[in-house]
């Protein structure tokens, strides 16, 4: 869908529907409602007062304008309380009023920018508009083949202004439609089923992001792989007919020189759990676990587009892990590309393993922060529920800065504690470590594990197993695949590129 920016006034605009947002309990009409109540004959404010219409956060509701406006419907959806509003809120409401529409095959639509909505605040209102109403209108269809035609798509919102000087709502739309495009990017990449989406068709898509300026690719295969050591994700692969890669993207966006951030995704384009075998039920479902890889490609793609002055390496192990006559064996001994050794306990307690050669890799950049994303444990799935990511790491102002894109962006994030006894638990009898502590606290005993192949560098891992994915329709997160925590990372790295400007 395309969002542009238009001056003018929205009463005058000809298309198919006008959106206007209403806070609960609003009795005095102001702005573009006011000239559209106006022209209609008071039929907003009949509407409103009557109480047919209370303005509930994502409360929609229909009327038609009967020729009063050149657009032939209204679509009015409420925010909530003026007192509670919030970014989410304005997110989620312009999400429910697009999708609405798009039900009523509606193709185009308008609407005006509240200046009072949350006056301090004016250019977050912008984005969190574009991206309810983008992210809400995602649909994962290559494979419709029956019905194609019936599927709907919603081609155009309007966002009309007023005023004289437009040009920074023109740059924040543009700048959120990049960040959007990224999200639904990582979607596509996490909905693709595992026989379109294998490490090399992963490599592929990584390839294809270095067209882009400043951005650079290569991929480490097998047989790199085995020169350097890399025996732990190796390992992995070792029961899979595809080949495994290891992704590696740069984008130099910052000073030659400059540290760059470190990412890394975990890429496991198929997780069958090996010969420690999953059960059948939902097993379809672990064609998402490269979730963290999609977000590191994805992320690395905004940036690109953002021109972001920031320097970044993104590290993706792909592999599947399956089982077969070569695959890794409960009780295997692994030596990492670290030289640290590590006992194999349960082969699904795969992640960690493929992450911990790429993490050992990443000090080679000497980084100023390595995240590492993953969708690593059902144990912070337990801890957290669904709709929050863990996050464990060994730096506290990596921690504050992450949990601050956090709260801006709405994707959400909890740390959990990476105390020493904590670390006892991952020694094993034989080898230097073992790969699972049993159930208890294992999503912080998974991280225990990755921190001891992250150096010295500043280190944050986010456990996203539950917000990755959702069974379920949320408000723009259509069911399926989230494309979390793309957003998350682009905003820390606008905070962190703007602090660095500022320093310097």
Known sequence: MKITVKKGSLADVKTEAFILAFCEGEKALSGPAADIDQKCGGLLSDIIKSGDFAAKASEALMIYTRGAVPAKRIALVGLGKKSELNLEKIRRAFAKAMQHLRGLKIKEAATAFDTDLLPDQKEKVVAAIVEGASLGLYQYTPYKTVGREEVKDLRQLE???????????????????????????????????????????????????????????????QGKMKVLGMNALLGVAAGSHQPPKLIILEYTGGKKGDAPIALVGKGLTFDSGGISIKPAEKMDEMKTDMAGGAAVLATIKAAADLKLPVNIVGLVPATENMSGGG?????????????????????????RLILADALSYASKYKPAAIIDIATLTGACVVALGEEVAGMLGTDDPLKKALREAADATGELIWELPLWEHYHELIKSDIADYKNTAGRMGGAITGAAFLSKFAGDYPWVHLDIAGPAWTTKDKAYIPKGASGVPVRLLVEYLRQYSARKQHVH
């Open 159 to 221: 966002i009309i202004a007023r005023y004289a000087d437009y040009s920074w709502i023109q740059d924040v739309v543009q700048k959120t439609n990049i960040i959007t495009d990224a999200v639904c990017f990582a979607r596509d990449l996490v909905s693709a089923p595992a026989n379109e989406m294998t490490p090399g068709i992963l490599a592929a898509c990584a390839k294809k992001l270095a067209k882009k300026k400043n951005v650079s690719c290569r991929v480490l295969d």
């Open 327 to 351: 695959a890794l064996k409960p009780g295997d001994i692994l030596k990492s590309y670290s030289g640290r050794t590590i006992e194999v306990l349960n082969t699904d307690a795969e992640g």
